[in-house]
């Protein structure tokens, strides 16, 4: 399996996937280093986590459609460049300023690489299995929020806060070495590929074709994904932020100990992303319904995402155990969303993946945004460390209810999306969403 080189484009993928979660998640466990160094308040510490949101929220939908018009190769190449100098940048910071312009240029850089992943998995991945696809690639982002804690914390301990930055940047440089000489945005122009697999996968549309994006129709069939994926965010991105200071200020433990409870509620939701993927594909293949297989799969598990956290708001003086375990609970089915989310865009826009993932992670970005500072202000005003992640439950309660709103079953034209992973051809005079074009129209084109 490991030789076939759809499968190592995504082992590179996911090695991405890890890599920028480490690099956007590194000062969540640095933070107590350079905000006592610097003299930051909590505040102050959730603007520097949420600074690097800006950005991504707006090149989200640019970087999307840099992805859709330039190719995954180049895309990731310049976007990896960018985030790793950024990820330098940030152990060469001398105050809350320049730590803030190091996060944004991280965002700058991070911006376009899920939604341009996006795009090369729905060129290399056949349609009934993309679900798995990208739970794969999403655990391992959550491999690089579990690892990151500890890691940095034996990176501080060796270089100092400020060279566990630079270490981590390293790290991407070398990934975009690799992805540059590895990676081909059609496959079948890849020199390892082989027949076999060529032949499940649908007819490349990259680059080359440069099909116009139907930007009225596909913001507003991807509002309400956008609308459930804010919700997830908002719940993903307080658990990044805050969740090592959680166990390490609530329960006054060492910086190590707490790494480790951080550790353990983040490995969780490897488990939930590769889950999720997995039980999303199989409930379509048996079921060849897309609603139940994506809808009712998500909103079944944001109910017991809230449900999972409920004992922090009920009962008084939880333990770090049973705390740890309703956080970890918590983030495993928050995660079991990931596949079935992330799938929606390519079952909707297969043709414009990346500026249709774009507009639906501007959710996530956009509650990375305020759900940090949200919940540094909350502990500055009360002390109350559980605060946070009550709010949390209110919010997955109305990612439930948008659930229902979303319809993957329906492909941009109306028409139902394939589902059987065989290449499938527009009609002549057809457009890849459907729409006819006159032939003056299509011989232009040509």
């Known amino acids: 399996m490991f030789s076939r080189a759809t499968t190592r484009v995504l082992l590179l993928l996911c090695v991405m996937y890890l890599i920028t979660y480490v690099d956007r998640v590194n000062v969540s466990t640095a933070a107590g280093a350079f905000g006592a160094e610097l003299k930051l308040s909590h505040t102050q510490v959730g603007f520097v986590f949420s600074a690097f949101a800006y950005p991504y929220l707006v090149f989200q939908i640019i970087g999307g459609w840099v992805g859709d018009r330039f190719g995954p190769r180049r895309t990731l190449t310049a976007c990896a460049v960018i985030w790793a100098g950024a990820t330098v940048l940030t152990g060469l910071a001398g105050g809350f300023v320049s730590l ?37 690639t999403h655990a391992a982002s959550r491999v690089g929020n579990a690892v990151a804690p500890p890691l940095i914390v034996w990176l501080m301990l060796t270089f100092g806060w400020r060279g566990a930055f630079i270490a981590t940047g390293i790290a991407s440089f070398l990934w975009a070495i690799v992805w540059v000489l590895y ?5 079948r122009d890849h020199p390892k590929i082989t027949g076999s697999e060529c032949a499940t996968l649908e007819i490349y549309s ?91 799969m998500v909103g079944v598990c944001m109910l017991l995402t809230l449900l999972s956290l409920m004992p922090i708001l009920l009962m008084q003086n939880v333990t770090v155990t049973l705390a740890a375990l309703c956080l970890s609970a918590g983030f495993f089915f928050n995660e079991m969303t990931i596949g079935p989310m992330w799938a929606v865009p390519m079952d909707i826009a297969p043709r414009h993946a990346g500026t249709a993932s774009g507009l639906m992670n501007t959710g996530s970005a956009g509650a990375a945004i305020v759900s940090p500072v949200v919940g540094g202000w909350l502990i ?67």
């Not at 990676?183 to 496959?187: A, G, K, S, V």
């Open 380 to 446: 500055d005003m009360t002390g109350n460390w559980n605060l946070p992640f009550m709010v949390s439950m209110a919010v997955m309660a109305a990612g439930m209810l948008l659930t229902f709103v979303m319809r993957p079953d329906r492909g941009l034209d109306g028409t139902a999306p394939g589902l059987g992973g065989t290449p499938q051809r527009s009609a002549p005079g057809v457009t890849d969403d459907g729409v006819s074009q006159p032939s003056a129209v299509r011989e232009g084109i040509e």
């Open 183 to 187: 990676f081909r945005d059609d496959p």
């Open 100 to 136: 803030i312009v190091a996060r944004l240029l991280l965002g700058l850089g991070e911006g376009a690489t899920f939604p341009t992943a996006t795009r090369a998995m729905s060129n290399w991945t056949p349609a009934n299995r993309r679900g798995l696809a990208q739970g794969i």
């Open 206 to 296: 990259g680059a080359k074709e440069r099909t116009p994006v139907p930007w009225r129709r596909l913001i507003a069939r991807m509002s309400p994904v956008t609308a459930v994926y804010f919700c997830y965010g908002w719940v993903l991105w307080l658990f990044l932020s805050w969740i090592p200071q959680y166990f390490l200020h609530n329960y006054h433990m060492q910086l190590s100990k707490s790494a480790l409870f951080a550790s353990g509620v983040f490995f969780a939701g490897v488990l939930g992303d590769w889950l999720g993927g997995l039980l999303t594909d199989r409930i379509l293949r048996r079921s060849g319904n897309l609603r139940l297989a994506r809808n009712v």
